[in-house]
């Protein structure tokens, strides 16, 4: 694999350099934002394509099965456009992935926020899968997902002194929109309790997009049956 650099940051071993963009249907008002590609990835060129895309896959179709038309309002992208990868332990020449670096997010958060600025409408929901999404729109390192569950990142940055339009900007939009954080899929591959976590951190935060009336209630039925189920997709 080529050696690459993005901007002033040197990124090993990268196999090519700016990918993927992110995917949708029609017109998405929600987004989802995931770490950055990884093998398979980098490969296509197109984002959750791997095993922890495979995880999500189900896990937006059970919500689909909740809020018939969900799949057609999400855009799913990422924080960083190339792979970050080190060498595998033992000496060998194979690559594995890792976390990227706070530089490396800040740098891909211009191609984030152009990307999502695209978007018409505007989206009024975005949730983060992950710690590397939530670093990105908070523009600070984080580590810790847990602590930022349950919380709407638009009130954590207003009440840490960002005003509405910084918001906006972090997320390449004119306003600030609902922001969440739940966990990374890839997680819930090491630990499949955490599946059904984001499954119902996904719906909570289309409640929470119900209630700020972002969008119209009619394109937020519940299916009634689907809606008496909560088992982990498979």
Known sequence: QPKSTFGEIPVEDVGSIPTPL?????????????????ETEDLTGKPFVGRAGRLLDGILERVESIHPGFKSR???????????????????ENLENRT?????????????????STLQPPPGLVICLGATAISSI????????????????????????LE???LGLLTGLAH????????????????????KVI??????????????GTIPTASLQSNPVADRSTETPG
């Open 22 to 38: 992110g995917t949708y249907l029609t017109k998405p008002t929600i987004v989802l934002i995931g770490e950055g590609p990884g």
């Open 100 to 116: 990227p670096t706070q530089r490396e997010v800040e740098l891909c958060g211009i191609f984030l926020r152009r990307e999502i």
């Open 199 to 212: 499954l119902e951190d996904i719906l909570l935060a289309l409640r929470k997009e119900r209630e700020n």
């Open 176 to 195: 600030a929109p609902i922001i969440w954080a739940t966990y990374h899929p890839a997680y819930a591959l090491r630990n499949p309790q955490i599946a």
């Open 138 to 161: 908070l523009g600070q390192r984080v580590t810790n997902v847990g602590q930022y569950r349950l919380m709407s990142l638009t009130e954590l940055g207003l009440s840490s002194g």
């Open 164 to 166: 509405t339009e910084d």
């Open 74 to 92: 999400v855009f799913i992208t990422n924080a960083t456009r190339c792979r970050p990868t080190k060498r595998a332990s033992g000496g060998t």
